[in-house]
């Protein structure tokens, strides 16, 4: 048996808790991390997912020195064409005034590999693989966990352990969740027309399709396609043979990157939110998809995760540079007060958004396409828009 003596014990090695550990590491503090799978080794990283990084995390990462490494796999998103339907109706975007990139596309298993390499180079992090959390104890001020004859007392515990938190079932935290009964379909693929770094996100009856602009590979246009439908038909979409998904994509891509050639990897996604009724429990914050998790339709979840994870880095910075203790009520509120409201706008956002463009009927389509035309036309709403999404506001 094994017994280890830490300030911070971080449940989940996923995009929120390595990045937890390495961002709170570097403030010297000595942090455990525990794993249920076997995730930090690279090949068995099965998430073929692009994420959207907005500009507020890209910050974020460079003010703690990840984004460096991450950098490197990064396509700048320069332009969004918002097409409600077809090309006619459409919403235009750049960041010239700002003259910076609306975004970021990087492959997860890059944002991953990063991470753990960087990790890996951290004298005061613990990694455990293949542990799976379900037994915490108290004793004073410290929480402990144990599993597989591994002891682990803290000051303080942080939940990254995802959407499905098995840290929130012990402690039955009660959510607020919404199933759409819908999947989404991730289809990383080459395509023949160079996309010129603009993503773009077409808006359907049975839900949005965006294309995400990605780096050249073996110099060949790459893109990846986030397409949201009812299961029955992801389920037959997916059962197809390559050669009829590509027909398929390509008259819903109505030409925007040109022909799809070549379907690199595919994977499906249920669709459903949550948010956490409250962010904490007596010694312990819930972070990134175990505190809330959205519909992927703006591509924020990590994003918004990694404000989390930001506030928490400042809060925990404070806390040691006065010589407090972490964990407390004190700190635990403080966490929920700055990180709350936050998600819980964006889990109405994104849930409004998702039915407004659902709604197919003639008076609806008619507010909708004059609701676009009003927002192409002026530049205020339009830097709203964009700041919002960028996470700069
Ligand atoms: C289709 C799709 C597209 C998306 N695109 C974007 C995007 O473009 N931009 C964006 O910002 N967000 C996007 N998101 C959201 C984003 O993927 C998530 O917000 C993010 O992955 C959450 O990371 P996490 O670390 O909180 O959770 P996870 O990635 O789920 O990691 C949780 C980790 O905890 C481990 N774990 C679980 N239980 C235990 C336990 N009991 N003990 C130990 N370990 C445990 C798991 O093995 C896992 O490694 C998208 C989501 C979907 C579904």
New binding site residues.
Partial sequence: MREIEANINI????????VTAYSLSKLGNKVVV????A?FNHKKIL?K??????EG?KKFLQEINIWNEIGKYAEPIKNIQIIDRNQSNKIYFDNQRRKSNLGY?VK?QFILDSLYKKLQKQKNVEIFNN????DISYEGNRIITK?NNLFVNTNILFA????????RKIYKTPIYRKDYKKK?I?INFYHSKNHHNTAYEFFFKNGPLAI?PMQKSKSEFQSSI?WTNTNKFINSLISLDNNKIISILNEKTQGSIGEVKKIITKQT?P?NAHLNSKFFEKRIIY????AH??H?IA????????QDVESLYNLVKKYNSLGLELGDDIFCNEFQKDNFFKAYRLYQITDKVDSVFKLDNTIFNHARFSAINLIEKSKKLKNQISDFAMGVN
Wanted: no cysteine.
């Fill in positions: 449940i989940g090695g996923g995009l929120i808790g390595a525990l794993e249920q799978n995730k998430d997912r692009t994420t959207a990084i907005s995390t596309i997860n542990v799976s959390v379900n599993q990254a352990d995802g959407k499905n938190s098995s840290i989404a991730v995400l986030v996604f669709l972070l990134g998809d175990s998790s959205f992927p591509g924020q979840g990590w994003n918004l995760g990694m």
